[in-house]
């Protein structure tokens, strides 16, 4: 393969964030209809009725002079205890996550574009066909215990995914594409053919297909820590306590210690490889929706990184924090179930005559409901009519002449009537094609004072149009075990309402593949097979050919609804004022080694 074709990934220009913000600022047409009515569940609006993630900077204005050292709380907004799988590799939950970033973080950084760069921990060269990848960590690169990170410790976490006995859900096309590892994961090779050790600190990586997403994140980056977990059982290693109560990472701060689901204290490492954190430590504890404001203006915490946008209204004023702001890598949805996790060929055993298979259902149920009002009502046009799965967040590829099925409960009955959804006995509800009862079980994540209210109002809309639905509230780490994220798929979930917050790479495959344990709704779909591998081909480093390819898949998701999005998210970050060198968002160059404080105590709102 020519080098020109990797000419756009490895000398991007700068996006203007102008444009950025333009592709994702909310639609005018729907804040117009809107109005000022009230919805049920909804609150009085203010400020005119509507927010807007431009009126926001993603980056923190400094005041004052940093002192040398000092603390700062981190406020991990939940309405749950975090689980506490403080590993890269075996996590699932977004709470994690928050943790993780203090403490560990990928061998490569990305740029504002999502693409790899050689800034970070390690750099790479590319060969010529565009299929080997060769990496060097540098010498400076070491665990939290002084050993060095090691390529033995980058091969260690692939031959970990791997693994037949591996329980986490990172193993899927990323992988796959890797030279030998299906041999390796079923067991006819001891080794990974297409990964080789060429020194301490170097590592070559050989993939089938040469792809774009190589350079936007389908490279695992996260090295396992070999020297600590090499005699363990893979089966064991997600619940030992070299995860659960003493992680290790190689980041700017490390644990010293836990309180499980509450509370992580964590110390500078002064051998950081980008220098010494600015920081003495930092403390990160849970505090739920109901109490964050209280925390927030008292001082209890500096920041949050995901503050509930509901609440931004009635505080947008709160004297003592500067908002930071940016478009979410993220998106809500509705989910239907549509088959189970097949465990031993690791994928989707997909059930075309499942109770949500019927395809003019799923496409009723979207039409019901009206998420332009949702987002307007609920949280101030903080998040939006959501319309694809691509999100607005990657500009290149959401298709935002795509309009989604828009809301409108007379095309959802002529649907549900067309396809047999018939009221037979005249109860309000509709029974199914063969005329028997049909009882739709929606199962929805507690949380905050919106969570609730929101989901109630998705059953009323389902009503509105005849269905009968069940809504059951569930707690956060419940709710992901029910939707299957063990493998395990609770039979009485038909619909559910989740999140998910996408990669830094465009390439869908790792939530809708059918080899992907992410895939909940467990839906298959030959076209969609076809779609998301031509998205990964050599043929798609051509941008034109690659934004089509997206725009069709973005318009099969819309026809086929195995899952619809519900909202695209702003994400607020309340920040107090002595803290100084902060950011939010992909590509700013500010990294949490830089954080500083200007004062020894956080302000406290007046």
């Known amino acids: 393969m020519a080098k020109n074709k990797w000419s756009r990934y490895l000398a991007l220009p700068m996006l203007s964030f102008v444009m950025v913000l333009a592709a994702c600022s909310g639609d005018d047409t729907s804040k117009e209809e809107g109005g000022e009515k009230e919805a049920d569940g909804g609150q009085d609006l203010k400020n005119g009725g509507m927010y807007s993630i431009e009126d926001f900077d993603n980056v923190k204005t400094n005041e004052g002079e940093a002192i040398d050292g000092g603390t700062v709380t981190f406020g991990l907004v939940s309405d749950t205890v975090f689980e506490g799988t403080l590993n890269w590799n075996f996590y699932s939950g977004a709470p994690d996550a928050e943790i993780l970033n203090w403490f560990d973080e990928g ?26 990848f060769t990496f060097k960590i540098g010498d400076n690169v070491n665990w939290h215990d002084g050993e060095p990170v090691t390529a033995e410790d980058w091969l260690f976490a692939h031959e970990v995914i791997g693994n037949p006995d591996y329980d986490g859900p990172r193993y899927n096309t990323d992988f796959t594409n890797i030279e030998g590892m299906e041999e390796y994961n079923s067991g006819k090779a001891d080794t990974i053919s297409g990964i080789e050790v060429i020194d301490e600190k170097t590592l070559s990586i050989t993939y089938i297909e040469s792809t774009p997403s190589l350079l936007t994140g389908s490279i695992w980056t996260y090295p396992l820590a070999k020297h600590i977990f090499g005699d363990m059982a893979v089966a064991d290693i997600s619940s030992s306590p070299e995860v659960r109560e003493k992680p290790i990472g190689f980041g700017p701060f490390k644990v010293d210690s836990i309180v499980p689901g509450e509370s992580v204290t964590l110390s500078k490492n002064e ?60 998106y809500t949805y ?40 949702v987002g307007e009502k609920f949280y101030n046009g903080l998040r939006w009519n959501a319309t694809t799965l691509i999100p607005p967040s990657h500009p290149e590829f959401h298709d935002e002449n795509n309009k989604g099925r828009e809301y409108d409960p007379e095309v ?38 919106t969570a609730e209210p929101l989901a109630q109002y998705y059953v009323q809309s389902w009503e509105a149009v005849g269905l009968n639905v069940n809504l059951e ?60 591998a031509e998205g990964r081909s050599e043929k798609a480093f051509d941008l034109a050919y690659r934004q089509e390819v997206y725009n069709e898949w973005q318009q099969l998701m819309v026809d086929e609804v195995p899952v619809f999005p519900t909202l695209y998210r702003a994400l607020l970050a309340p920040v107090n004022k002595r803290v100084m060198n902060y950011a939010i968002g992909d590509g700013t160059g500010v990294y949490l080694s830089d954080l500083a404080v200007n004062a020894e105590s956080a302000e406290v709102a007046e």
Do not use: C
Not at 423 to 447: H, K, Y
């Open 271 to 330: 051998d950081y490889w980008r220098g010494e954190p600015k920081l003495d430590g930092v403390t990160i504890k849970v505090i739920s929706s109901s109490t964050v404001v209280q925390e927030l203006e008292t001082g209890g915490v500096d920041l949050v990184s995901d503050f509930p946008v509901d609440q931004f209204p009635d505080n947008a004023e709160m004297s003592n924090v500067e908002y930071l702001g940016t478009i979410d890598r993220a």
């Open 107 to 132: 061998l490569l950084t990305w740029d504002e574009n999502y693409v790899y760069t050689n800034d970070g921990a390690a750099t790479y060269e590319v060969s010529e066909d565009g299929r080997t």
């Open 412 to 449: 959802a009955k002529q649907l549900l009537e067309e396809a047999g959804y018939v009221d037979t006995d005249d109860d309000g509800f509709r029974e199914d094609p063969e005329g028997n009862p049909l009882e739709i079980n929606f199962v929805s994540m507690t949380g905050g004072d």
């Open 473 to 532: 509230m569930v707690e956060f780490n419940s709710f992901y075990d029910r939707v299957g994220n063990g493998g395990e798929d609770d039979p009485s979930v038909d619909v559910y309402q989740a999140a998910w917050g996408v990669g830094i790479d465009v390439d869908p495959s790792g939530l809708y593949g059918a080899d992907t344990l992410y895939n909940f709704g467990r839906w298959e779909n030959e076209e969609n097979d076809r779609l998301l």
């Open 334 to 373: 509705i989910g239907f179930k549509q088959g189970t996790w097949d465990a031993e060929n690791n994928r989707v055993a997909y059930d075309p005559e499942s109770k949500m298979g019927d395809v003019e259902l799923r496409q009723a149920m979207w039409h019901a409901v009206d998420n332009a009002a």
